[in-house]
């Protein structure tokens, strides 16, 4: 660990910090697995990581791995960085994704691999995933079967 990761940065950008809630999300990421929080009591799937159950009150949430697949509901371009870090990402996107597993699950990452002019609500998208250090991998969005197509 260099001594920006441990201030909590790396190039610059921050370094997701886990905590109890969030802990089990970013374990699965680590192994390029999305997990979301679950809650046993009223089925609900519940993202971002929360200690009690929005739908029935319930501390006693789980980790359920999803499938990483989902569809865009809206998008924004960045032009400007909010830190010099991000400068030499212009201009990128910001995604809404929702998952397929839950209506009106949601996500907010980047969205990679995608030329600008080519993003379109409603379409479909996969998990990838950013190594930022060796510790942290970062749950990304990219249109779907980008590889199966070669671009
Ligand atoms: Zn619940």
């Known amino acids: 660990m260099t001594e920006s990761e441990a201030a909590g940065h790396v190039a610059g950008k921050p370094i997701p910090r ?6 089990g999300y970013w374990a699965a990421a680590r192994e390029h697995r999305l ?3 679950h ?8 993202h971002t990581p929360v200690g009690t159950c929005p739908g029935c009150d319930n501390t006693d949430l789980r980790y359920q791995n999803v499938s ?10 960045i032009h400007d960085a909010s830190a010099p870090a991000f400068a030499n990402m212009l201009p990128y996107i910001v995604g809404v994704i929702e998952l ?3 209506d009106r699950l949601f996500m907010i990452a980047n969205i990679l691999d995608t030329p600008i002019d080519s993003v379109k609500i409603g379409m479909p998208m996969e998990v990838t995933f950013e190594n930022l250090t060796p510790d942290c991998e970062l749950p990304q ?4 079967h980008v590889d199966a ?3």
């Open 68 to 77: 990483g697949r989902g569809t865009l509901y809206s998008f924004a371009v």
């Open 100 to 102: 397929e597993e839950q």
């Open 35 to 37: 997990a979301i929080q």
């Open 149 to 151: 197509i070669g671009v």
């Open 39 to 46: 809650c046993p009591a009223c089925e609900l799937l519940i």
């Open 18 to 23: 886990a905590d109890e809630n969030s802990a």
């Open 141 to 144: 969005f990219r249109p779907a």
